[in-house]
């Protein structure tokens, strides 16, 4: 070993680098941050060769006076915390003074800067071991312009991991796309290899705000969001919801921001999975860009180098602000809620190719609470809307006004025993009868669940099963949470069931597949832990069972009762599955397919 030696200041640095700098869109972020934190509505971005070569950050801050410039290059010198208390309230997104000594020490770093009303102002420059900093004089309207060259020119080991022009060029955008969704106040270009990339102008309006968003995320996106706009406590989210038919086979369009900064958080995508988990396609990733603004001492900022991480002081009740604003804003969406209709002519549902066949089961995630479900129906409700769709409900009337059409309109005629067709007063609605009858269904076996159990109903003639004997052992161990779901089961022998009672709502399905389901989905799903999330899964198997089966011949009355029921329930724009249960054809888009001018 060696004796021990202070590290020379550009070396420290360079580690330092380490940790925030990894490739050319950690130097835009840091840059950009530091121009948001200088107050500028107008920033611009130049990139060459992918940031390889040159990245350039200029802005219309309030600059930094000559005095403070030398200072502004050196590590831990900050305009932006000075005591430990500032640190436990920061509002800018910098506060660690360390970002522009680690990009001086890997690149050739040039900041020019004006922090008066003239055009004259000043550029520095660090050089040599110690980075002393070169000041000289350099015309510049107020502001700042950070002009980076050569990155990693003096760390090869660094270069090395840079991947093609092309991808850090992506990240770079990336990084712009975050910073424009954060800040829509400020006007923000991109441009590489001279070429322009990106012109946002700063918005005012939500219509502006709803443009770039557009812009940055696709018009898709937009089209099939929902805003929300919740507050509670001190805490405040907004922004907007994709809807859970607008799923992704990747969380790539799911941006959450903490005051202004964009942030990873556990607690964060757990609450949002949560929220969507009972209304998206199993596998799949919902889509969202939220805001959550709450007073900076509710949150720890100083938790990781390159910021992405944040601490909650009090993690439980931002966790269920979320869930609850996101879960009842999900369950509001039915047919007719504003935005909430999915259409042929938007962007294809899923359009990332979903799998053809459900999964059996969803619902792998963390239970839900239903805390703020409706109120329950009563149990004489839930006997009133048994299984079949009868004559119980009122059927279309001859002609009626235009406003007093529902949402989801009147029956027409039923396809392939598979779709109904409906008029309503835009154009055309199909409607995946099984898909929304097992939705109405499961819902309906829920809220009766949590108000008094799922009413039960003895089987004339008791039903004998045959299962293996673990399939016994495990139904009579649990015999108390399936009475709970309505099924009252005895276990008769080693290897013998006997099921007594079913589930009203149930009645007609198959008993015997019924239980067999239910038992295979209880030994996957290890109830011990989740109770309500396997409660869900079973009765959303359940609800499987007892929804009308395709090829089943429904009358105009059924099928009428049936979309009635659809606008009355939550969810009920997905089935089970987080498929659609239903579109519309407006007259217009009909018209289109006829390129006929209306
Ligand atoms: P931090 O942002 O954590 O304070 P930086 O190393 O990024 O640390 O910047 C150091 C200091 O330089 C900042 O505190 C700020 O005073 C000044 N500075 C950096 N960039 C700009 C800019 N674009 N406009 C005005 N001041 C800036
Ligand atoms: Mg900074």
Request: some cysteine; proline content about 5%.
């Amino acid at each position: 070993m060696s004796r021990i030696q202070l590290l020379n200041t550009r070396l420290a640095n360079q580690i330092a680098a380490g940790e925030v700098v990894e490739r050319p869109a950690s130097v835009i972020k840091e840059l950009l941050e530091n121009s948001l934190d200088a107050g500028a509505d107008r920033i611009e971005v130049d990139v060459e060769s992918g940031g390889l070569s040159l990245l350039r950050v200029r802005d219309n801050g309030v600059g930094i006076a000559e005095d403070d410039l030398p200072l502004a290059l050196a590590r831990h010198a900050t305009s932006k915390i000075h005591e430990l208390e500032d640190l436990e309230r920061v509002a800018t997104l910098g506060f660690r003074g360390e970002a522009l000594a680690s990009i001086a020490s890997v690149s050739r770093l040039a900041l020019t800067t004006n922090a008066g009303d003239g055009a004259s102002g000043w550029q520095a420059r660090s050089a040599g071991r110690d980075m002393a900093v070169e000041l000289g004089p350099a015309a510049h309207p107020r502001g700042t312009t950070v002009e980076v060259r050569d990155l990693f020119f003096n760390t090869p080991a660094r270069r090395k991991f840079l991947r093609t022009e092309k991808t850090e060029f992506g990240h770079i955008e990336e990084v712009l796309k975050r910073q424009a969704l954060s800040r829509f106040d400020v006007a923000l270009q991109l441009r590489h290899n001279g070429r322009s990339i990106h012109s946002l102008n700063s918005c005012t309006t939500d219509m502006e705000r709803q443009r770039r968003v557009a812009l940055l995320c696709g018009p898709a996106f937009v089209e099939q969001a929902i805003p929300i706009e919740a507050a509670r406590g001190g805490l405040r989210l907004w922004g907007w919801v994709g809807l859970p038919t607008f799923s992704r086979s990747q969380a790539d369009l799911q941006y959450f921001f903490v005051n202004g900064r964009v942030i990873r958080d556990r607690l964060v995508s757990h609450a949002v999975r949560q929220a969507y988990q009972d209304v998206l396609y199993g596998g799949r990733h919902p889509a969202f860009v939220l805001y959550l603004d709450l007073d900076p001492a509710g949150v720890d900022v100083n938790v990781h180098p390159t910021k992405h991480e944040v601490r909650f002081r009090d993690g439980r009740s931002v966790h269920d602000f979320l869930f609850s604003s996101l879960h009842r804003l999900l369950a509001e969406q039915r047919p007719g809620a504003p935005r909430a209709a999915p259409t042929l002519a938007g962007a294809p549902l899923m359009a990332d190719a979903a799998p053809e066949a459900a999964p059996p089961l969803q619902g792998r995630m963390p239970l839900a609470r239903w805390q703020s479900a409706p109120p329950s129906p009563s149990r004489g409700q839930v006997l009133e809307q048994m299984n079949t769709y009868g004559a119980l409900h009122p059927s279309a009337p001859e002609a009626g006004e235009a406003q007093d059409v529902p949402p989801l309109g009147y029956a027409l005629a039923q396809l392939k025993g598979v779709y109904i067709l409906a008029e309503n007063a835009d154009g055309l609605i199909l409607v995946d009868m099984h898909a929304a009858h097992e939705r109405i269904t499961y819902e309906r076996l829920k809220q009766a669940r949590d108000a008094q159990g799922v009413p039960r109903q003895p089987l004339l003639v008791p039903r004998s099963l045959a299962v293996s004997q673990r399939e016994a052992e495990l139904a009579e161990r649990e015999a108390a949470f399936l009475a709970e779901l309505g099924l009252e089961v005895a276990r008769a022998g080693p290897e013998t069931l006997l099921v007594r009672e079913v589930p009203v709502l149930l009645r007609e399905s198959d008993v015997e597949q019924l239980l067999r389901d239910v038992l295979a989905d209880l030994l996957s799903e290890g109830r011990s832990t989740r109770v309500q999330e396997s409660a869900n899964a079973v009765l959303s198997t359940m609800a499987c069972h007892g929804a009308v089966r395709a090829n089943r011949r429904l009358s105009l009355a059924e099928m009428n009762a049936l979309l009635r029921d659809m606008e009355a329930t939550e969810r009920s724009g997905q089935c089970n599955h987080g498929r659609p249960t239903w579109t519309r054809l407006s007259l217009a888009e009909l018209d289109g397919l006829f390129l006929r001018g209306r």
